[in-house]
């Protein structure tokens, strides 16, 4: 991840450790997706015995960890820091001129 916003400079580590928090939002998408796959399995209607269950919820829950990593960060630092569309417009204009 980026130390910084290309476009507007924010800091996206905003204090030391803040991306804690977004252990437990990953953790969160992750019991989701693992709740999901469950789900899936279970409504085929095949008799499926519990290792079976166990290995499809591991694999989901690996390949979906590099997007649940950053899905957790992104949305960590949203609920501190505000997204602003008009910025986009008025203020990359003037980034782009001093670089």
């Not at 960890?65 to 990359?92: C, D, H």
Request: glycine letters at 10%; a negative charge; charged letters at 15%.
């Amino acid at each position: 991840m980026h130390d910084s916003c290309s476009i507007c400079g924010q800091h996206y580590q905003l204090e030391p450790s803040f991306f804690y928090g977004a252990m437990y939002v990953n953790y969160g998408i992750t019991v989701g997706i693992a709740v999901s796959v469950f789900g899936a399995m279970h409504l085929v209607g095949v008799e499926w015995e519990f290792m079976h269950y166990i290995i499809a919820i591991i694999g989901a829950i690996i390949l979906a960890a590099p997007i649940t990593f950053r899905l957790g960060r992104m949305v960590w630092i949203n609920i501190f820091v505000g997204y602003k569309p008009e910025f986009k417009s008025i203020q990359a204009d003037e980034y782009r001129k001093s670089h």
